[in-house]
C-alpha cells in the first residue's frame, strides 16, 4: 500500500497542487467571458492586466532567478536585457535577434564576470 | 500569413495553424525553456513522463517551474498550490480577452473548451497577433492548431533536456533559463502596438520589480491590477481628451 502511494504521489500532487489551481482561472475566464466582445471595456482592462502581470513575471525572472542563473550577477542579467532591448528595437522589432543578441551578451558577460 | 486567409475546412485551418508554430520564434524559445525545465526535473528527481504529463495538464511554464521546485524543496504542498495559483491569475484576464476574437456566430461553449485549456503566454501572444488575419469561422482550427504545435514541441524537448541534463555546465544552464524572460519580453514589445499596452508592460516590469523587492505578499497580483488599471485609464483619459 505504501509502495504504490510514494508511485502515486507525485501524480496525485500534480493534479491536486498543479493542475486544479492552474486551471480554475481559465475556466473562470470561460464563464465570464460569454457575451463580451473585443472592443467592451472590461475586456481592454483585461488585457491590460494581464500585460502587467507578465510584465511582472519577467521583471522577476531577471531581476529575482533563481537556479544557473541566480549564479550570473544580476548587473550582467540587467545589461543582457536592456542590450537584448535594443537590439530588439534597431532590427525592425526582430524578436528573433533581440533573443539573440541578449543571449549574447548574458552569456559573454557570465564568463567574463560570473562565477 | 496573408491578412485575410481563408481555408478550405477546419482540417486546413488546423495544419496552418500548426505550421505557424513550428515556424515562428516561440518554436526556438519553447524548445529552449522545456530544455531548461527537462534539466531542472531530471535535478528534482521526478520521472520524465510526469514532465511531459504536466506539460499537458499544467501548460503554463512558471507554474510548472514553481512545481517541479516546491516538490524537490519540500515545500507544503498548500502553499506550492497557492504560489502555483498566484502565478496562473494572469490566464484570467487572457482568456477573458481571446475567447471574443475566436467566437463566431455558430460557436458552441463546447468548442471553447480546448482552447481555454490551451491559452498560454505563447498562444495568446501569437493568436492575438494571427487570428484577426483568419476568417472568423476557422479561427478555433487555426488556434488548436498552433497550441497544438507548441505543446508538441514543449513536450518534446522536455525529454530532450531530461536526457541532456547531465551535460549542462552552469552558464550554459543559466542562458538556457535566460531565454524564458528574454521572450516574453521581446514579443509583448512587438505586440504592444497601442500606448496602454506599452505603458502596461512598463507599469508590469516597475511594480514587479519594487513589490518583489519590498517583499510585498501577492506581489504579482498587485503588480497586474495597479500596473493594468493605471495603463487602461490613461488610455480612456487620452481617448476622451482626443
Known amino acids: ?115 | 500569413m496573408p491578412t485575410s486567409a481563408t481555408f478550405p475546412s477546419a482540417a486546413a485551418a488546423f495544419r496552418s495553424g500548426v505550421k505557424s508554430a513550428v515556424t515562428s520564434t516561440f518554436f526556438i524559445v519553447l524548445a529552449g525553456t522545456y530544455i531548461g525545465m527537462g534539466a531542472l526535473a531530471h535535478g528534482f528527481g521526478l520521472a520524465s513522463w510526469w514532465l511531459a504529463l504536466s506539460t499537458v495538464l499544467v501548460w503554463a511554464a512558471p507554474a510548472q517551474v514553481i512545481l517541479i521546485s516546491s516538490f524537490g524543496g519540500g515545500a507544503p504542498l498548500v502553499e506550492a498550490a497557492l504560489a502555483v495559483s498566484l502565478s496562473a491569475v494572469r490566464l484570467f484576464p487572457m482568456v477573458v480577452a481571446l475567447l471574443p476574437l475566436l467566437r463566431a456566430e455558430s460557436t458552441r461553449v463546447r468548442d471553447l473548451l480546448l482552447p481555454t485549456h490551451f491559452t498560454s503566454v505563447s498562444m495568446w501572444v501569437e493568436s492575438l497577433r494571427l487570428l484577426p488575419g483568419v476568417s472568423r469561422e476557422h479561427r478555433i482550427a487555426f488556434s488548436n492548431g498552433l497550441s497544438v504545435g507548441y505543446m508538441g514541441t514543449a513536450a518534446t524537448f522536455g525529454f530532450v533536456g531530461y536526457y541532456l541534463a547531465a551535460e549542462l555546465p552552469p552558464l550554459l544552464a543559466g542562458g538556457l533559463l535566460f531565454l524564458t524572460p528574454m521572450s516574453f519580453l521581446m514579443s509583448t514589445a512587438r505586440n504592444a502596438k497601442a500606448i496602454m499596452d506599452q505603458l502596461a508592460l512598463v507599469l508590469g516590469l516597475a511594480l514587479g520589480t519594487i513589490l518583489t523587492a519590498a517583499d510585498v505578499q501577492l506581489d504579482l497580483l498587485w503588480t497586474g491590477i495597479g500596473g493594468g488599471t493605471l495603463a487602461y485609464f490613461v488610455h480612456r483619459f487620452r481617448e476622451a481628451t482626443a
Open chain 1, 1 to 115: 500500500m505504501n509502495a504504490i502511494w510514494t508511485e502515486l504521489f507525485p501524480y496525485v500532487a500534480l493534479i491536486l497542487v498543479g493542475f486544479l489551481p492552474n486551471e480554475m482561472w481559465r475556466v473562470l475566464g470561460l464563464v465570464l467571458a460569454r457575451g463580451l466582445n473585443e472592443d467592451s471595456q472590461i475586456v481592454v482592462w483585461s488585457r491590460a492586466v494581464a500585460t502587467a502581470i507578465l510584465a511582472g513575471v519577467i521583471a522577476k525572472l531577471i531581476v529575482f532567478s533563481g537556479g544557473a542563473l541566480g549564479g550570473i550577477p544580476l548587473s550582467v542579467r540587467v545589461g543582457a536585457t536592456v542590450c537584448g532591448f535594443l537590439v530588439f528595437i534597431a532590427i525592425k522589432r526582430s524578436v528573433f535577434a533581440g533573443v539573440l543578441a541578449g543571449e549574447g551578451a548574458l552569456l559573454l558577460g557570465g564568463w567574463l564576470f560570473g562565477h
